[in-house]
C-alpha cells in the first residue's frame, strides 16, 4: 500500500475505512466526519460508502449477538446486507442512528474486506486516521 493512495481518499472515505476496520456500528462513523461532511445528507453519504464497497474494501454486515469462551455476551458480525438492498438500507436515516440501549442486534456494521487491509494496513509508522 502506497501513502499516496490512502492521501487519495476524501475525508469521509477514511472516515468509513477507520470504522471499518474497527468493526463499528454505521452511527459510529459520526464521529469520525468533520462538521461539513456531518451536514451531507444521508443520501450523499450513502453514495460515497457505497463506492467503497463496489470497490471491495467494505462490507455491510448486521450485528449478530456472540458468546465468548467463558460465557460473557457480545456481539459480532453478522450477515452481509446484500449488495441489491444496500441503497435502500444506506439511505433510511434510521440505520445511521444509534440503536435503543446497547442492544446493537441487526444494527448495519462496517467490516473492511482482505481489500480493504491493503488501504488501512501501510507502513509501520503511518497513521490511518491522518
Known amino acids: 500500500m502506497s501513502e499516496h493512495e490512502w492521501q487519495a481518499l476524501t475525508k469521509p472515505e477514511k472516515a468509513f475505512m477507520v470504522n471499518s476496520y474497527e468493526i463499528d456500528i454505521l452511527p459510529g462513523a459520526w464521529a469520525d466526519l468533520d462538521d461539513a461532511d456531518r ?3 444521508i ?3 450513502a453514495g460515497i460508502l457505497l463506492a467503497l464497497i463496489d470497490r471491495g474494501w467494505i462490507e455491510v454486515r ?3 449477538p456472540w458468546t ?3 460465557g460473557e455476551n457480545g456481539f459480532q458480525p453478522g450477515e452481509l446486507v446484500p449488495r441489491d438492498q444496500l441503497p435502500a438500507v444506506l439511505e433510511d ?3 445511521w442512528e444509534y440503536p435503543d440501549a446497547v442492544n446493537w442486534i441487526g444494527a448495519l456494521t462496517l467490516v473492511e474486506t482482505e481489500a480493504g ?3 488501512t494496513r501501510r507502513s509501520p509508522g503511518l497513521d490511518p486516521e491522518s
Do not use: D, G, Q, Y
Open 39 to 41: 451536514s451531507r445528507p
Open 43 to 45: 443520501s450523499e453519504l
Open 62 to 64: 448486521r450485528v449478530a
Open 68 to 70: 465468548s469462551p467463558s
Open 93 to 95: 436515516a434510521a440505520n
Open 117 to 119: 487491509k491493503k488501504i
